[in-house]
């Protein structure tokens, strides 16, 4: 298994500012992952964090929207720019781990408001 | 048609009752599949991993099947502790995943 970190856990901020959030995992994985899950709803993949390159994003999210740090392998940043009421969400930080069965772990969450 | 597709639920049931949850996914090529449990207002956490031979884990048993493209999740005499979202996950290529829109499901006394 794997333990995973966030900061902040949560956050309010003003519409047109940027916030980033960080993950940290207690061991070393090659894939990390940053999720959204908007109110009521599942989770939606945003993009994969590529240790020492850029990240991969997915249909509909975009690297100036959405810049990502992967320096290690234990660590990422996620940055919401220039948010707006709509990015109000919880960001989901995940790894997965290798074995027989690659099994998937996420992060506490960061529950952002924009106001 | 969405890809990862399950039960919209909710589901209500007494305790002690058995209840199960289905979930289709529309990518053949798809490599792993998962079960797993959201309480309110936290992360998602692994409930167990679906084999095509089926596994159960206590109250709990899954069930692939890759020609239907279909699993299920199995909840026997069904707890309190049990209220949760259910989430299906399939996963492809290079670890990504994805999920179902969840089934609730609420225990009731």
């Known amino acids: 298994s794997a333990v995973i970190s966030q900061k902040p856990s949560r956050d309010i901020c003003q519409r047109g500012t940027s916030l980033t959030i960080q993950c940290q995992v207690d061991?070393?994985?090659?894939?990390m992952f940053w999720y959204r899950q908007q109110p009521g709803q599942s989770l939606t993949l945003i993009a994969t964090?590529?240790?020492?390159?850029?990240?991969?994003?997915e249909s509909g999210f975009v690297i100036d929207k959405f810049p990502i740090s992967r320096p290690n392998l234990t660590f990422s940043t996620l940055t919401v720019s220039n948010m707006s009421p709509e990015d109000s969400s919880i960001y989901l930080c995940?790894?997965?781990?290798?074995?027989?069965?690659?099994?998937?772990?996420f992060g506490p969450g960061t529950r952002l408001t924009v106001l | 048609r969405k890809e990862v597709e399950q039960d919209p639920g909710p589901f209500n049931v007494p305790e002690g009752a058995t209840v199960a949850f289905n979930c289709t996914y529309s990518?053949?090529?798809?490599?792993?599949f998962f079960w797993y449990r959201q309480d309110c207002r936290k992360e998602p956490k692994l409930l167990m991993s679906?084999?095509?031979s089926g596994n159960e884990d206590g109250r709990f048993t899954a069930q692939l099947n890759r020609a239907s493209q279909y699993i299920s999740l199995l909840i026997r005499d069904s707890k309190l502790s049990d209220s949760a979202t259910y989430l299906c996950?399939?996963?492809?290529?290079?670890?990504?995943?994805?999920f179902g829109d969840g089934t609730t499901l609420t225990v009731k006394p």
């Open positions: 061991s070393q994985v090659t894939m």
């Open positions: 964090a590529n240790q020492g390159s850029e990240a991969t994003y």
């Open positions: 996950v399939v996963t492809a290529n290079a670890g990504k995943s994805t």
């Open positions: 679906v084999y095509s």
């Open positions: 990518n053949s090529a798809s490599q792993s």
């Open positions: 995940s790894v997965l781990t290798s074995g027989a069965y690659n099994e998937q772990f």
